[in-house]
Each structure stands twice: as structure tokens, then as C-alpha cells.
């Protein structure tokens, strides 16, 4: 029997829900219909419906939704086919973000840049590409996903569930050009709207160390860093702090250092529990309007990761913060 984790989660959580669902169905068939109005309406209707399904995974990670932590992982595993995610076992992707908060770093079986240097034309590609605000960084990182497990011996067991599933979501593309041929082209430009979306959230939030060393043995930073280095080294990129309900078009994420502090407090509760724990400090908020600038500057800059900028403070805080790509909770490598 299904039983959410919170009594007052019913209405916010049925709520979310039920524009998740709706706006992924009505967003797909306004990309199937004319006019072209119905088809841009149902991009950004498909683009945010895969925001909030992300940050619902979020939420099933942490078991925040559900008593029983097999039933948050049944809807994990729901959720991640709309987002993309569904050639990675939600398992993995729990395990990598516990790894995350509880390691107080950004924990990786398989850092990009060290190998996308030794690739000089490679790297210039995804630099292009980045400079013409395409996600590339994080379109590798889900391609990764599925090339991963057949050059990587220690993933070989995912294999046949990968190919399962390419042959699956290539038969529904299959499907949806047959339906309408402009309708596959919409979807892609929804989902990399989605994946920038994500990637805005995530290079700012940490200034967090890289290790390699999801699937081995746990290395030093277990023991490295306390909860003092994860509060000031987690900050907070609300959407608004003047218009809370604009943080919503995120599911609350910019609350990430009250989150930090009470990983398992839901996302409805995450503004309260942010006043309570900072009332009137803004050390670790950082000014969305510097945040927009920053990632427009630092873009390409980004993809290599070598100087994450400073944070700064004042008026110019977030401002030359270049934060770090390929740090997605969506990925378990």
C-alpha cells in the first residue's frame, strides 16, 4: 500500500504531479499538431514538464515521497524515461547523489576532462558547440550513459538493458516521426532546453573537489570534509528571493544549502526551513541576474573546469563564479 513519507505532502505532491503528467502528454501532442504556435507551446510545455519530472527523481532519491523507499524507487524509475535518464538503473543514480552528500564531494566513475584533453579536436567541437549555447557537456555525459557499459568492464552487466532500451525509445521517435516529421526535431529542441535548464542549476551550486571514485573503494574525502566545508562550500541560486513562487519553476533546487543542511525535508518545505536556518544572511545566495551572466561568460570556459573563478561578494558576487559542468544527478558515472 502506498503511503507518502509526510502528511502534507498529498496537495503539493498531487499537484506536481498532475502537471507533470498532463503537461508531458498535452506537450507532446501539440508538437504532433499544427499550427507552429502549437508546436513552440508544446516545446516549452515538454521542456519544463522534464524539469520538474528531474527534480521529482530528486525527490525519489531521497525518499521523500514515499514510507517505503521501494516505492520512491518504482517512481524513480517512471520518471527517469521521461527524462532521458532511463538507460542508467535509478539505483546507481541514488547511490552517486548519497555519495555526493555524504562524501561532500562530487563523486564520478568517469571524469571527462582529463580524457577530453588528450581529444584536441574533440574538445574544440564541444566548445563550438558550447559557445552556441548547446548543452554539449551534458549531451556527452548521457551519451556516456550508453556507450560506458561497453567500454568499461566493470558496467558490462548493463549492456542488454541498454540496447533494450535503445531499441525501445528509438521505436516511439520512430513512432512520433510518423505521426508528424516536424515532431522529433521539437523534441530534441525540448529536451537540450531541459538539459540547459539543469545545467544552469547545477555549475554553481558547489565549489565541491572531483573524485574518481564511484566504483571503486571510497577514497579520502569520506573523512576530508565536515559539515562546515559543505555549508560554505554549497550555495543557494533561487530564481527570485523577492517572488518565492518563482523558485517553483525549479521545484525549490535553488534552496540548495537548506537542502544540504536536511537532505530528506521535501521540496515543498525547503523555503521555510531556509528561513529558519539563514533568516536575513545571504553569505551562500547568490544574485540570479549575476548567475546569467556568468554562465554566458564562462561557457566555454567551463567545459575544461581548470579555474572555477571566484565567488566573490557584494555586487559583483556570482559574477566571475565559472562553476563546474558535468556534475548532473541524472548520470551515475
Given at each position: ?43 516549452l510545455l515538454l521542456a519544463h514538464t522534464m524539469v520538474i519530472a528531474a527534480y521529482m527523481v530528486h525527490e525519489c532519491a531521497h525518499n521523500t515521497l ?166 560554505l562550500h554549497t550555495y543557494s541560486n533561487l530564481v527570485s528571493l523577492r517572488h518565492p513562487w518563482l523558485n517553483l519553476i525549479t521545484l525549490n533546487f ?12 521535501p521540496w515543498y518545505r525547503l523555503p521555510a526551513l531556509h528561513r529558519d536556518l539563514y533568516g536575513e544572511d545571504q553569505q551562500q545566495l547568490l544574485p ?46
Amino acid at each position: 500500500m502506498l503511503q507518502l513519507r509526510y502528511n502534507d505532502g498529498i496537495w503539493p505532491n498531487l499537484w506536481a504531479m498532475a502537471y507533470l503528467i498532463t503537461g508531458y502528454v498535452g506537450g507532446l501532442l501539440l508538437i504532433i499538431y499544427e499550427p507552429i504556435w502549437f508546436k513552440l507551446l508544446g516545446t516549452l510545455l515538454l521542456a519544463h514538464t522534464m524539469v520538474i519530472a528531474a527534480y521529482m527523481v530528486h525527490e525519489c532519491a531521497h525518499n521523500t515521497l514515499f514510507k517505503n523507499k521501494a516505492h520512491n524507487a518504482r517512481l524513480g524509475v517512471v520518471l527517469n524515461w521521461l527524462t532521458g535518464a532511463c538507460y542508467e538503473r535509478f539505483e546507481d543514480i541514488r547511490y552517486k547523489h548519497n555519495r555526493h552528500h555524504t562524501d561532500r564531494a562530487d563523486i564520478v566513475a568517469f571524469d571527462y576532462r582529463p580524457r577530453l584533453k588528450r581529444h584536441p579536436l574533440l574538445l574544440k567541437i564541444i566548445q563550438l558547440l558550447e559557445w552556441f549555447y548547446i548543452p554539449a557537456v551534458e549531451l556527452m555525459m548521457h551519451a556516456l550513459s550508453i556507450a560506458l557499459p561497453f567500454v568499461q568492464s566493470q558496467r558490462k552487466d548493463k549492456r542488454l538493458r541498454v540496447v533494450t532500451i535503445l531499441i525501445i525509445r528509438s521505436g516511439l521517435f520512430v513512432g512520433l516521426f510518423l505521426l508528424s516529421p516536424w515532431a522529433p526535431l521539437f523534441y530534441a529542441i525540448a529536451y537540450m532546453m531541459f538539459l540547459t535548464v539543469m545545467h544552469f542549476m547545477d555549475v554553481h551550486q558547489h565549489t565541491y573537489e572531483v573524485f574518481e571514485t564511484l566504483d571503486g573503494k571510497r577514497g579520502p574525502e569520506v573523512k576530508q570534509f565536515d559539515r562546515e566545508y559543505e555549508q560554505l562550500h554549497t550555495y543557494s541560486n533561487l530564481v527570485s528571493l523577492r517572488h518565492p513562487w518563482l523558485n517553483l519553476i525549479t521545484l525549490n533546487f535553488g534552496y540548495h544549502n537548506a537542502h544540504h543542511e536536511r537532505p530528506t525535508v521535501p521540496w515543498y518545505r525547503l523555503p521555510a526551513l531556509h528561513r529558519d536556518l539563514y533568516g536575513e544572511d545571504q553569505q551562500q545566495l547568490l544574485p540570479f541576474r549575476n548567475l546569467l551572466r556568468s554562465y554566458h561568460r564562462y561557457r566555454v570556459a567551463r567545459v575544461l573546469g581548470e579555474d572555477e573563478g571566484v565567488v566573490g561578494d557584494g555586487e559583483s558576487k556570482g559574477l566571475f563564479f565559472v562553476g563546474a559542468d558535468g556534475v548532473s544527478f541524472l548520470t551515475a558515472h
